[in-house]
């Protein structure tokens, strides 16, 4: 079983900053994109920011120049540095990743639980 676990989210002012890890375990052969999701109170989760594994990122345009997917591949892990929050950040973030796992032929996706970001004075 692979699994996909966040953390670093929390309380954070107008302008701060805010770090996320996601890290994955289990039975993993192979992880390709990896990303981070967000689902705003009463919206739809909508996707942020997506990283192959070989490091290109793609980002949504409202989150372009303040926020930073990177990854390190010996370690399950992608991350997501937030600059300049602002109170419509606010959400619960999942990271995702596409993984094959030990033996598989096929990929299949995975999310972490979430981790909630309120941006708030």
């Known amino acids: 079983q692979a699994q996909l676990v966040e953390s670093g989210g929390g309380l954070v002012e107008p302008g701060g900053s805010l770090g996320l890890s996601c890290v994955g375990s289990?039975?993993?052969?192979?992880?390709?994109?990896m990303g981070w999701y967000r689902q705003a109170p009463g919206k739809q989760r909508e996707l942020l920011a997506t990283?192959?594994?070989?490091?290109?990122?793609d980002y949504v345009d409202s989150v372009k120049g303040r926020f930073t997917i990177s990854r390190n591949n010996a370690r399950y892990t992608v991350y997501l540095q937030m600059n300049s929050l602002k109170p419509d950040d606010t959400g619960v973030y999942y990271c995702y990743a596409r993984i094959r796992r030990n033996g598989a032929v096929s990929a299949d996706d995975y999310w972490g639980q979430g981790t909630q970001v309120t941006v708030s004075s």
């Open positions: 289990g039975d993993i052969g192979s992880i390709y994109d």
């Open positions: 990283i192959t594994n070989s490091g290109a990122a």
